[in-house]
């Protein structure tokens, strides 16, 4: 289990560091839209690298039931 908690944590991380490079990276126009642009590249990033850690932790819990 503990690599499904730093599974996560690792999608967290790159979320933050990919919303820090697109800040870094453009001019804001409008910091309302900004923020909404950044919070769907954090959820569309952390969404897409969390679903490792996701299906692993599916993987534990319907072996444990098999057996």
């Known amino acids: 289990w503990t690599l499904v908690v ?7 991380m790159l979320a933050f560091a990919s919303v820090y490079v697109s800040q870094r990276l453009s ?30 932790a599916l993987y534990l819990i319907f072996r444990r039931r098999r057996a």
Do not use: E, K, N, R
Not at 34 to 53: K, T
């Open 6 to 12: 730093c599974g996560y944590a690792v999608a967290a």
């Open 27 to 56: 001019d804001q126009a409008s910091a309302g839209m900004s923020a909404f642009g950044d919070a769907i590249l954090f959820c569309i990033v952390f969404g897409a690298v969390a679903l490792l850690p996701t299906l692993y």
